[in-house]
Nanobody
Framework: QVQLVESGGGLVQAGGSLGLSCAAS????????MAWFRQAPGKERDLVAAISGSGAATYYADSVKGRFTISRDNAKNTVYLQMNSLKPEDTAVYYC?????????????????WGQGTQVTVSS
């Protein structure tokens, strides 16, 4: 069983930056692909970015390309999401997720473990 704990959310003005972290425990971290999803009120949970177990492969939603960066430190069992040039439409609860396969996945159904979520609010 893998436990995921997110941190780093908060309130920021449009154009600002925030960094999220997700600490994992209970498994062999490098064997898991990791991802960040987000869910705004009244909307579905959508994939923001994903990274393979080795970190060699990454994926970004079109809406965040060039602004967000996903990375991982397998020695620290942690995945990160650096968010720059934030927009009000980035406001959502951000969730960290782990896939028991190391290969990067983009389907929400591929992810087996979820964190509790952290709120990101971008004011205009």
């Amino acid at each position: 069983q893998v436990q995921l704990v997110e941190s780093g959310g908060g309130l920021v003005q449009a154009g600002g930056s925030l960094g999220l972290s997700c600490a994992a425990s209970g498994g062999t971290f490098r064997n898991y692909a990791m991802a960040w999803f987000r869910q705004a009120p009244g909307k579905e949970r959508d994939l923001v970015a994903a990274i393979s177990g080795s970190g060699a492969a990454t994926y970004y939603a079109d809406s965040v390309k060039g602004r967000f960066t996903i990375s991982r430190d397998n020695a620290k069992n942690t995945v990160y999401l650096q968010m720059n040039s934030l927009k009000p439409e980035d406001t959502a609860v951000y969730y960290c997720a782990a896939d028991r396969a190391a290969t990067l996945a983009t389907r929400i159904g591929a992810y087996d473990y979820w964190g509790q979520g952290t709120q990101v609010t971008v004011s205009s």
